[in-house]
């Protein structure tokens, strides 16, 4: 810690003795020495606190980055799974009897055209709702006031000019 060579330190007992005097010596040195221990304690009590609080932040920015990843992974899986119904519809409609793409409007009834729009606009629709519905649930406004407080405030801006 200190670069004092042993001369050094010998130079200064010497000086202390001529200064303090050899009756007052021991008492000076016991109180020094137990001076430096508390300082000492003090010390590493600090260090130790120190490095507890850091490891706590870290700890608390670990288990924050990994329920961010948990909520993202489920808006992921939520996505696919609606990419895979509406896959699965759109594709029970394409492979059905009664859709022909080259048909033109003469041909064709026209109810059974009406009804089939109805029915891929219905099926848009969910599914837009559905993917809104993720988006949403990936980033709640509830976790911070400030977002949701601005969303708030937006809803009633809209509110007011629909009135």
Known sequence: MFN???TEI???????LVVIGPERLPMAVKT?????????RSFYKVKAEIERELNTDEIRRQLYNESVLAQIDEAKAKVESVAKDTETSVNKLVNSDS?????????SDQESDNTKEKTIQEELDEVSE????????????????KVAS????????????LS
């Open 4 to 6: 004092i060579h042993s």
């Open 10 to 16: 010998l130079l200064i007992l010497i000086v202390a």
């Open 32 to 40: 020094a020495g137990l001076w430096i221990g508390r300082f000492r």
């Open 99 to 107: 859709f022909d793409p080259g048909a033109s409007s003469a041909t």
């Open 130 to 145: 559905q993917v809104e519905e993720v988006a949403k649930e990936i980033y709640n406004p509830g976790d911070n006031p």
């Open 150 to 161: 601005a969303e708030t405030t937006e809803e009633v801006k809209k509110n007011d000019d």
